[in-house]
């Protein structure tokens, strides 16, 4: 379905990025991977997703404008353009506002947010004169409702489901679309680390932590797996999806309903 189109997911060397990444490469894209650690690993589970298709990296730190600039760059030259873009990465820290550190705030609105921005105002010029493109920000439920002790982390969320809405306006009578999803609890090492800590703070083993942390928040008592968000990016990237504009889709066990 989507042969002869790239993909570039943020973040995917990992939880969510690569699982949307091995959805889209299924579906015949070509994709260029991003984001830190075993970089070969990823590539090469990608490849394996599909079959026929060119799998490229760049190792952009998303906090960096001018190394974004240098990704997009690559993708142009390299593959033509970017024409599903998923800005994916991000980086989560938990603390009480005023005991908040000012650089993990920074950073965090930095990677969750601006790095957004970034991709998304280099990578348009080139869906409009092609006239196609889908934009997939992977926002959170904490893009639609807080959680005390992540003030960054749901200012950024709450920032990127209005950037989502803005771009999907902006680009209405295009062939480009801009869509959210928020996921609810994935277990990613993302998440694996506040499993950990409430483990450790509660004097409990990690599997009751797992289960405690998850029914919170989860009516349905199960996380959601990075495959299911990938199968939601595939149809988000598909064209019967070519009228989905703006919307800010959760995918999140019931959290949100409630
Ligand atoms: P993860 O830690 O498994 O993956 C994060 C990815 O981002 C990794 O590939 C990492 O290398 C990359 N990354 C981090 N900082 C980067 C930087 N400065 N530059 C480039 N790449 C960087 O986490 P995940 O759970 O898969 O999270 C992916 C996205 O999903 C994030 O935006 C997160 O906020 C969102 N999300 C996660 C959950 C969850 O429960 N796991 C829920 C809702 C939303």
Redesign the pocket.
């Given at each position: 379905m989507l042969k002869g189109k790239t993909a570039l997911v943020?973040?995917?060397?990992?939880?969510?990025?690569?699982g949307i990444a091995q959805a889209l490469a299924a579906q015949g894209a070509n994709v260029i991977a991003?984001?830190?650690?075993d970089a070969d690993g990823?590539k090469a589970e990608i490849a394996r997703a599909g079959s026929g298709i060119q799998v490229g990296y760049h190792?952009?730190?998303?906090?960096k404008a001018t190394e974004i600039e240098d990704m997009m760059r690559y993708a142009e030259k390299d593959f033509g353009g970017v024409d599903i873009l998923v800005n994916?990465?991000?980086?989560?820290f938990v603390a009480p506002i005023d005991e908040f550190p000012a650089d993990r705030w920074d950073?965090i609105i930095?990677?969750?947010l601006t790095?957004a921005f970034h991709t998304t105002r280099l990578a348009l010029p080139s869906m409009k004169a092609k006239n196609w493109g889908r934009i997939i920000n992977?926002?959170?439920?904490?893009g639609l409702v807080a959680s005390a002790n992540k003030s960054a982390?749901v200012a950024a969320?709450h920032g990127i489901v209005g950037f989502t809405k803005v771009t999907a306006l902006e680009t209405a009578q295009t062939g480009v679309t801009a869509n959210a999803i928020?996921?609810?609890?994935?277990?990613?090492?993302?998440?694996q680390k506040q499993v950990e800590a409430r483990a450790q703070q509660q004097g409990i083993p990690v599997e009751q932590a797992k289960r405690d942390l998850v029914l919170e928040k989860q009516p349905s008592g199960q996380?959601?797996t990075?495959e299911e968000l990938g199968a939601l990016a595939v149809f988000l990237s598909s064209e019967a999806a070519r009228q989905v504009r703006g919307a800010i889709w959760n995918m999140d066990g019931g959290w949100v309903a409630q």
């Open positions: 943020t973040g995917s060397t990992s939880g969510i990025g690569l991003n984001g830190f650690g990823a190792g952009a730190d998303m906090s994916n990465a991000g980086i989560q950073a930095a990677i969750n790095s992977v926002a959170s439920t904490h982390y969320k928020c996921p609810g609890w994935v277990l990613t090492p993302l998440v996380f959601v990075p």
